[in-house]
């Protein structure tokens, strides 16, 4: 992740030198860019906890928007706010990305591959 963490040396100390880890606090990088390599690893391994797949799910949905969740969960934080707006709705199209290739690996492999079931015995019908 080198667009946020990397290191530093000191070569005024010589061999006594020390590694300084930096972290430049962009671990919701750009809100105006998205980076679909994050993605690959569910695109080909095409496996998603059922449980993960629904609240996922349900934090696209209007009444449990992820953007109103995270806004109201940071804003009693004492460095409020954590996340700026243009952020905060970066993350709602960011989970319409990985719902939808999540949706394109069902659609390609079937419920019964795509989703390992972690909440019990699947219904009929699955």
Same mark, same amino acid.
């Given at each position: 992740?080198?667009?946020?963490?990397?290191?530093?040396?000191?070569?005024?100390?010589?061999?006594?030198?020390? $590694? +300084?880890?930096?972290?430049?606090?962009?671990?919701?990088?750009?809100?105006?860019?998205?980076? &679909?390599? $994050?993605?690959? &690893? +569910?695109?080909?391994?095409?496996? $998603?906890?059922?449980? *993960?797949? +629904?609240?996922?799910?349900?934090?696209? *949905?209007?009444?449990?928007?992820?953007?109103? !969740?995270?806004?109201?969960?940071?804003?009693?934080?004492? +460095? !409020?706010?954590?996340?700026?707006?243009?952020?905060?709705? !970066?993350?709602?199209?960011?989970? %319409?990305?990985?719902?939808? *290739?999540?949706?394109?690996? $069902?659609?390609?492999?079937?419920?019964?591959?795509? %989703?390992?079931?972690?909440?019990?015995?699947? &219904?009929?019908?699955?």
């Amino acid at each position: 992740n080198m667009d946020r963490h990397h290191y530093e040396t000191f070569q005024k100390f010589g061999n006594k030198s020390f $590694i +300084l880890h930096l972290d430049n606090g962009r671990g919701f990088g750009r809100h105006s860019q998205d980076e &679909p390599s $994050i993605l690959v &690893p +569910l695109q080909q391994c095409c496996r $998603i906890r059922r449980g *993960t797949f +629904l609240r996922l799910q349900l934090l696209s *949905t209007e009444s449990y928007r992820l953007s109103d !969740a995270m806004r109201e969960s940071l804003q009693s934080d004492g +460095l !409020a706010p954590i996340l700026s707006e243009p952020h905060l709705i !970066a993350l709602n199209r960011r989970l %319409l990305a990985i719902l939808e *290739t999540a949706k394109d690996c $069902i659609n390609r492999h079937g419920e019964r591959k795509v %989703l390992q079931d972690d909440l019990g015995a699947w &219904p009929a019908g699955h």
